[in-house]
């Protein structure tokens, strides 16, 4: 199965800044997924990335808030922008391996002060 | 209605009993359905990947799902302290989102 890694694994930020969150997967991988959650809350999608095209994001989530590179079938970054105390959570990145279940990695829990 | 629900807990057994974790779900286009263990500050950990309906086993997890009563399982037997996390099932229609569960909080008591 595929490994994820995924950088920083935490960080304290002030309101109004923003965060760039990595992921590097050990295998090439066609769509990646990056996810939120919040303290005790189940995951909640932001958007899926796929390779060369722009990211497909869930209501509720835009571009201008949390923009998405994947420049290669194995790397994605997500950009948490403009940060206020309501974005402090957890932010997940995943991909589906080609052979079956969904792999994260270990999650980058912010915190926005 | 949410398309997948499962008992947020929190649930807490004697180390050495039976766990049953469950969810159900409204979409039958989901095929694919997973169980994840989620330690405190850890991503989700993938323990059993199941397509369609039956039954499948790994050492001491056994999953079930249940397609035409929508619902599926997660079975540990002979628990350990060490299996305490947030249980989570997931499901997906194919190479899509996956659509997750509240996630079950366990507690197994040495």
């Known amino acids: 199965s595929a490994v994820i890694s995924q950088k920083p694994s935490r960080d304290i930020c002030q309101r109004g800044t923003s965060l760039t969150i990595q992921c590097q997967v050990d295998?090439?991988?066609?769509?990646m997924f990056w996810y939120r959650q919040q303290p005790g809350q189940s995951l909640t999608l932001i958007a899926t990335?796929?390779?060369?095209?722009?990211?497909?994001?869930e209501s509720g989530f835009v571009i201008d808030k949390f923009p998405i590179s994947r420049p290669n079938l194995t790397f994605s970054t997500l950009t948490v922008s403009n940060m206020s105390p309501e974005d402090s959570s957890i932010y997940l990145c995943?991909?589906?391996?080609?052979?079956?279940?969904?792999?994260f990695g270990s999650g980058t829990r912010l915190t926005v002060v | 209605q949410k398309e997948v629900e499962q008992d947020p807990g929190p649930l807490s057994v004697p180390e050495g009993a039976i766990v049953s974790l469950n969810c159900t779900y409204s979409n039958s286009a989901f095929q694919y359905f997973m169980w994840y263990r989620q330690y405190s500050r850890k991503g989700p950990e993938l323990l059993m990947y199941?397509?369609?309906?039956g039954n499948k086993e790994d050492g001491r997890f056994t999953a079930q799902v249940d397609k035409s009563s929508k619902y599926i399982s997660l079975f540990i037997r002979d628990s350990q302290p060490s299996d305490s996390a947030t249980y989570l099932c997931?499901?997906?229609?194919?190479?899509?989102?996956?659509?997750f569960g509240q996630g079950t909080r366990l507690t197994i008591n040495p």
């Open positions: 997931a499901m997906s229609a194919g190479a899509q989102k996956l659509v």
């Open positions: 990335a796929n390779q060369g095209s722009e990211a497909t994001y």
């Open positions: 995943s991909c589906q391996p080609p052979d079956g279940g969904y792999t």
């Open positions: 199941t397509y369609s309906s």
């Open positions: 295998s090439q991988v066609t769509m």
